[in-house]
């Protein structure tokens, strides 16, 4: 392995971790808060790709078209909370679960009715289509850097509103006593409503800022859902810190075990059965460092204050 | 809002007692006997393999019903096991060991060792974290087979023999295959049974309602929930056994998390905790999947608000509302 290549994957492994922080993060928000699971939230990760495709289409601008997919992502985020997740957050967990899982067979075969079940993509905009040169012969894609700062801006704005604001410290207030902040006169559904719009942003964001880069097809979100659970179990749940924490450590991990995994079995195996044990143990890297981090700290990493 | 006792507890007071019913699950399995005859009689014949295919997935939804049912702990990754069954019994056969006595207990020792590792990990957590993290060593087991290059990867690994016993191969007759996966169905539906009329079922159910004060009693939680939870995913690598002999083909679609997915639902479908509505849902569910798939190539997108509309307006599954008409024409 060389440096350059190094570096070149450590800012991937940087990308993927920022993806699924926004992603991660709207997630355990609304499981902070409102104890409730949402398996629908990978869903709309999908639909804010889709979403972009379509608009970034119409418009012809990139800018332009991911406002009117955050906008329409919202659109359909709330009318999902209205219809259906509202008369969910009294229930156990189990029925959560199944109610959102027939949420995802729906809305997955809903993207392959409109859209179509071929991959999509959206052209890179225009003023960042050019790559930077990091050094003598490495030039990394200017969007990924600008995928990567606004995944960063985001997280910044996130802790500010969660650390700094008054809507953020009824937040927190939330996500350790509910029933305590709704007794003090707060309209906890309100709450509940700001939270999950939130999150559902977030998640739309991701999906289209992720359009450029990765091919837009049904069943994305599920793998980006399933990652992101990674994450919140190994950061801890409920905790946006822990989220943050633990998307770098996914991202970072998934991304260099799957490029150096091969190099360094070939340190002591021949190069076919370093290549297939490699492919074998990279894909389960991750989910070995969960197991390790529970195995270690069964709340996760950084877990939220108040929770039991 | 600790997490301890929400998950399946809430279902409790509407649940019917496991094994309960002895007569319901008498006439369940002396219809599923009649299918044969039924098909010969003229009822369409593709009924055959199909209520064999809902029978395997009897026995994987049996399996779940008693850690999620029983035991309260909501797995998402139970498709894993079906898949780890399926693939030892496809290995094995590639490799040329087409013997049922010598792969049931390699399949049911690998099953157990896989349960027992993930188990004492993800137990040691409870609530949503657990559905996680058992959805995640679901998908961990998924990427594996996908980069299994040897035995097929990503395209699934067709079977040239089906497994024998005594040197016969079991599936030759399509009648004979559905007796022995009926056969199996009532073994493992014995089995289960027995094991949650026992001190140790009733543990494992007290347990579900209040960890806190079976511990004080005297008993490991811990330790009966991780054996029950090795229990449940040997029987469900059975049925990946029944299910690889079916389809002659094994692939990494077999424990998609959707699949797991789909055991729930079944489990719930038929009514929580209650073993003979975990046979009634599968069989519902293959039956609706079947009819569905006949009319769209979209049937999700008609099943999946079909779930939805399940979980927001019935209780207790098909049992409870068996058991609702009971009750209203006794009274």
Not at chain 1, 44 to 54: D, E, H, K, R, S
Not at chain 2, 1 to 9: D, Y
Not at chain 2, 64 to 82: T, Y
């Given at each position: 392995?060389?440096?350059?290549?190094?570096?070149?994957?450590?800012?991937?492994?940087?990308?993927?971790?920022?993806?699924?922080?926004?992603?991660?993060?709207?997630?355990?928000?609304?499981?902070?808060?409102?104890?409730?699971?949402?398996?629908?939230?990978?869903v709309?990760?999908?639909?804010?790709?889709?979403?972009?495709?379509?608009f970034?289409?119409?418009?012809?601008?990139?800018?332009?078209?991911?406002?009117?997919?955050?906008?329409?992502?919202?659109?359909?985020?709330?009318?999902?909370?209205?219809?259906?997740?509202?008369?969910?957050?009294?229930?156990?967990?189990?029925?959560?679960?199944?109610?959102?899982?027939?949420?995802?067979?729906?809305?997955?075969?809903?993207?392959?009715?409109?859209?179509?079940?071929?991959?999509?993509?959206?052209?890179?905009?225009?003023?960042?289509?050019?790559?930077?040169?990091?050094?003598?012969?490495?030039?990394?894609?200017?969007?990924?850097?600008?995928?990567?700062?606004?995944?960063?801006?985001?997280?910044?704005?996130?802790?500010?509103?969660?650390?700094?604001?008054?809507t953020?410290?009824?937040?927190?207030?939330?996500?350790?006593?509910?029933?305590?902040?709704?007794?003090?006169?707060?309209?906890?559904?309100?709450?509940?409503m700001?939270?999950?719009?939130?999150?559902?942003?977030?998640?739309?964001?991701?999906?289209?800022m992720?359009?450029?880069?990765?091919?837009?097809?049904?069943?994305?979100?599920?793998?980006?859902?399933?990652?992101?659970?990674?994450?919140?179990?190994?950061?801890?749940?409920?905790?946006?810190?822990?989220?943050?924490?633990?998307?770098?450590?996914?991202?970072?991990?998934?991304?260099?075990?799957?490029?150096?995994?091969?190099?360094?079995?070939?340190?002591?195996?021949?190069?076919?059965?370093?290549?297939?044990?490699?492919?074998?143990?990279?894909?389960?890297?991750?989910?070995?460092?969960?197991?390790?981090?529970?195995?270690?700290?069964?709340?996760?990493?950084?877990?939220?204050?108040?929770?039991? | 809002?600790?997490?301890?006792?929400?998950?399946?507890?809430a279902?409790?007071?509407?649940?019917?007692?496991?094994?309960?019913?002895?007569?319901?699950?008498?006439?369940?399995?002396?219809?599923?006997?009649?299918?044969?005859a039924?098909?010969?009689?003229?009822?369409?014949?593709?009924?055959?393999?199909?209520?064999?295919?809902?029978?395997?997935?009897?026995?994987?939804?049996?399996s779940?019903?008693?850690?999620?049912?029983?035991?309260?702990?909501?797995?998402?990754?139970?498709?894993?096991?079906?898949g780890?069954?399926?693939?030892?019994?496809g290995?094995?056969?590639?490799?040329?060991?087409?013997?049922?006595?010598?792969?049931?207990?390699?399949?049911?020792?690998?099953?157990?060792?896989?349960?027992?590792?993930?188990?004492a990990?993800?137990?040691?957590?409870?609530?949503?974290?657990?559905?996680?993290?058992?959805?995640?060593?679901?998908?961990?087991v998924?990427?594996?087979?996908?980069?299994?290059?040897?035995?097929?990867?990503?395209?699934?690994?067709?079977?040239?023999?089906?497994?024998?016993?005594?040197?016969?191969d079991?599936?030759?007759?399509?009648?004979?295959?559905?007796?022995?996966?009926?056969?199996?169905?009532?073994?493992c539906?014995?089995?289960?049974?027995?094991?949650?009329?026992?001190?140790?079922?009733?543990?494992?159910?007290?347990?579900?309602?209040?960890?806190?004060?079976?511990?004080?009693?005297?008993?490991?939680?811990?330790?009966?929930?991780?054996?029950?939870?090795?229990?449940?995913?040997?029987?469900?690598?059975?049925?990946?056994?029944?299910?690889?002999?079916?389809?002659?083909?094994?692939?990494?679609?077999?424990?998609?998390?959707?699949?797991?997915?789909?055991?729930?639902?079944?489990?719930?479908?038929?009514?929580?905790?209650?073993?003979?509505?975990?046979?009634?849902?599968?069989?519902?569910?293959?039956?609706?999947?079947?009819?569905?798939?006949?009319?769209?190539?979209?049937?999700?997108?008609?099943?999946?608000?079909?779930?939805?509309?399940?979980?927001?307006?019935?209780?207790?599954?098909?049992?409870?509302?068996?058991?609702?008409?009971?009750?209203?024409?006794?009274?």
């Open positions: 392995m060389t440096t350059s290549l190094l570096i070149v994957q450590i800012l991937n492994g940087l990308q993927l971790g920022v993806l699924l922080f926004l992603v991660a993060a709207g997630l355990t928000l609304v499981f902070g808060v409102m104890d409730f699971i949402n398996l629908a939230h990978g709309q990760y999908m639909l804010g790709a889709y979403l972009a495709v379509t970034v289409g119409l418009t012809g601008s990139f800018v332009l078209g991911l406002l009117l997919a955050l906008a329409a992502a919202l659109v359909i985020g709330l009318a999902l909370e209205f219809l259906v997740f509202r008369h969910l957050y009294e229930r156990d967990h189990l029925d959560q679960v199944l109610a959102t899982f027939g949420l995802i067979l729906l809305l997955n075969q809903g993207v392959k009715i409109v859209w179509g079940a071929a991959p999509l993509s959206v052209p890179v905009p225009e003023f960042l289509s050019g790559s930077v040169r990091l050094m003598d012969g490495i030039l990394y894609p200017t969007y990924r850097f600008a995928l990567i700062g606004a995944g960063l801006a985001v997280g910044g704005l996130l802790w500010f509103i969660v650390e700094r604001t008054r953020g410290m009824l937040l927190r207030a939330g996500a350790s006593n509910a029933p305590m902040v709704s007794a003090l006169g707060v309209d906890i559904r309100k709450l509940f700001v939270v999950f719009a939130f999150g559902t942003m977030l998640a739309g964001f991701a999906g289209a992720a359009a450029p880069i990765l091919s837009v097809e049904p069943g994305m979100g599920d793998t980006v859902l399933i990652l992101a659970f990674v994450v919140i179990v190994v950061g801890g749940i409920g905790s946006i810190r822990g989220a943050f924490v633990g998307a770098l450590i996914v991202g970072l991990v998934d991304t260099l075990g799957r490029s150096f995994m091969n190099d360094l079995l070939r340190l002591f195996m021949s190069a076919p059965s370093a290549r297939a044990t490699g492919a074998a143990l990279s894909s389960m890297l991750i989910y070995l460092v969960m197991a390790i981090v529970l195995f270690v700290r069964p709340e996760g990493l950084l877990p939220a204050k108040g929770r039991t | 809002m600790s997490a301890a006792p929400t998950t399946a507890g279902a409790g007071s509407t649940q019917s007692r496991p094994g309960s019913r002895p007569l319901l699950a008498l006439v369940l399995f002396a219809a599923l006997a009649l299918v044969p039924a098909v010969s009689l003229g009822v369409p014949a593709h009924w055959l393999s199909l209520v064999t295919r809902a029978m395997i997935f009897a026995i994987a939804a049996l779940l019903d008693l850690i999620l049912g029983v035991g309260g702990l909501v797995s998402f990754g139970h498709a894993a096991f079906i780890i069954g399926a693939y030892v019994t290995i094995m056969i590639t490799e040329g060991r087409t013997e049922t006595l010598l792969i049931l207990p390699v399949l049911l020792v690998v099953c157990a060792i896989f349960a027992a590792v993930t188990g990990v993800s137990l040691r957590t409870r609530g949503v974290a657990f559905i996680m993290i058992t959805l995640a060593f679901g998908q961990m998924f990427f594996l087979a996908q980069a299994l290059s040897a035995y097929g990867g990503d395209d699934g690994l067709t079977l040239y023999a089906r497994s024998t016993i005594a040197g016969l079991i599936a030759a007759s399509r009648t004979g295959f559905f007796y022995i996966v009926l056969g199996a169905l009532i073994g539906y014995g089995l289960v049974c027995i094991i949650v009329a026992s001190r140790f079922g009733r543990v494992l159910r007290a347990a579900r309602e209040n960890a806190t004060r079976v511990t004080v009693t005297g008993y490991d939680v811990g330790r009966v929930r991780l054996i029950a939870y090795v229990i449940s995913g040997m029987i469900a690598g059975l049925s990946g056994f029944f299910l690889a002999n079916q389809t002659e083909f094994v692939s990494p679609a077999f424990m998609s998390w959707q699949r797991s997915g789909e055991l729930i639902f079944m489990v719930v479908l038929g009514g929580v905790g209650s073993l003979h509505g975990a046979i009634i849902g599968a069989l519902a569910f293959l039956f609706a999947e079947d009819v569905l798939a006949g009319i769209t190539e979209h049937w999700k997108a008609i099943f999946g608000p079909l779930i939805v509309l399940f979980v927001l307006f019935t209780r207790g599954g098909i049992v409870g509302i068996l058991a609702r008409i009971r009750g209203r024409s006794d009274g």
